[in-house]
């Protein structure tokens, strides 16, 4: 019973990670369950910690109630070995020789799109960014591919490393690398989570692609 009860806080918690705050109607329809259900997710949610309300009013009628995490709950729903993650880069930012540092970021974004580099697929720059979207999805860490009439749009609807993204930009910049690796296209980060937007956007540059990761 008690894996149950995880099982759908965690689905709660990644719905709030994918679309922000929600309210009890919208968390209903979402999960498919009775809003005796959500709300007793919820109620368990706010105990630990993991989530928190707000007041949202409106001109007229009863003010509604909606749901977003807290840091604790993005932490949780993050990826394991923060702790370390956040150790490690601590240590990269403390090399003074930029040069240097920038070669390290190179090296690890390379490494880290060779792990992945296997499970891309398609002939096209849409059908690779969708390919990378399915990959990141079964990690619980939400992509869309946004079709336009020029080229596709990748946005991540949930940063894998809040943490280390609050400290240290760098590691968008090396995100971004990555990304670029695997889809062999140079991509810029057109927008940010951290600048306010409700989502980071990857989007072709006008440059020349680059040689996709090989596995």
């Known amino acids: 019973m008690q894996t149950e009860i995880e099982s759908s806080d965690a689905a709660l918690i990644d719905l709030l990670r994918k679309h ?38 409106i001109s007229r009628g009863r003010p509604m ?33 930029a040069e240097v540092r920038r070669g390290l970021l ?3 974004s390379r490494r880290l799109a060779t ?20 990959v990141f999805g079964e990690r619980q860490i939400p992509f869309e591919v946004e079709k336009t009439r020029e080229l596709p749009l990748l946005h991540a609807r949930a940063c894998p490393y809040p943490e280390l993204a ?9 995100e971004r690398m990555m990304f670029s690796e695997l889809l062999g296209e ?14 980071c956007t990857f989007e072709p540059s006008s440059g020349a692609g680059v040689t996709p990761a090989m596995s």
């Open 115 to 134: 792990l992945y580099a296997g499970q891309i697929r398609g002939s096209s720059l849409e059908e690779r960014m969708n390919s990378l979207a399915a």
């Open 186 to 199: 140079n991509l810029r980060l057109s927008s940010c989570r951290l600048d306010g937007h409700n989502c």
């Open 65 to 97: 109630h909606r749901y977003g995490l807290t840091e604790k709950g993005r932490r949780r729903a993050g990826a394991n070995f923060a702790d370390l993650a956040a150790a490690l880069w601590q240590e990269i930012r403390e090399i003074k020789d």
């Open 106 to 108: 190179a090296r690890i």
């Open 166 to 174: 609050e400290q240290d930009r760098s590691v968008c910049s090396m």
């Open 20 to 57: 922000g705050s929600l309210s009890v109607a919208q968390l209903k329809a979402a999960m498919q369950v009775t809003a005796t259900a959500v709300r007793q997710r919820l109620v368990r949610l706010l105990k630990r910690g993991d989530i928190e309300r707000h007041v949202e009013r």
